[in-house]
């Protein structure tokens, strides 16, 4: 029986607008560079800027695979995927399904070099998606900050800035603001 290389997993975590994707797409380039395959993966429901890659803010893009929701674990156990794979960039983790045990499949068994990004939280300050249960599996964890839009300073959260109820409400700069804690409730 072939050895499966040890695999590694990259958690990048962080507000809205602290560069998250920036990162990622930054990452993806430093791969490709060094001549690995590198594949991207970013979530359906998010059409804000592009159905067909990762885009920042800042409107930095590099191609990806959509994947819906409940996709991610089916994708990582095709064969052709694998083969084809060295790194594996997953943008907007929190909103997939199966995320732990997908990310436990590609690193742990397919020995794949994986690089997750999403927020630290939801706007409720609540954990949103499964990224918090890879902290504890990750071998580097990178945790960004914004700048508060109310006083500059670094931000950790997230501040949701209409009425809307809804845990997963897919907006911008239109729906969310970098807040500090001190500006968080203003």
């Known amino acids: 029986m072939t050895a499966v290389a040890c695999g590694r997993l990259e958690l990048i975590l962080g507000p809205m607008f602290s ?3 920036t990162e990622i797409i930054r990452r993806a380039h430093a791969h490709q560079s060094e001549g690995r395959n590198v594949t991207a993966i970013r979530y359906t429901g998010d059409t804000r800027y592009s159905r ?16 819906e929701k409940d996709g991610l674990f089916k994708l ?3 064969s052709k995927f694998i083969a084809d794979t060295d790194v594996i960039l997953i943008d907007e983790c ?3 399904e199966e995320l732990e ?4 499949h590609l690193v742990d068994v397919m020995g794949k070099h994986v690089v997750v990004a999403g927020l630290n939280g939801s706007y409720l300050q609540q954990n949103f998606g499964e990224q918090h249960k890879l902290v504890c599996k990750t071998d580097d ?18 501040k949701r800035t209409v009425q809307d109820s809804n845990i997963v409400l897919i907006g911008g700069s239109d729906k969310y603001e970098p807040r500090c804690r001190i500006c968080l409730n203003i």
Do not use: M, R, W, Y
């Open 94 to 96: 929190h909103f997939f």
């Open 141 to 158: 964890i990178l945790h960004l900050l914004a700048k508060c839009k109310k006083c500059d300073g670094p931000a950790n959260f997230t």
């Open 52 to 67: 067909n890659s990762i885009v920042s803010h800042n409107n930095i893009s590099f191609p990806a695979i959509s994947v």
């Open 76 to 78: 990582a156990q095709e």
């Open 19 to 21: 560069g998250k994707t």
């Open 101 to 104: 045990t997908t990310i436990d």
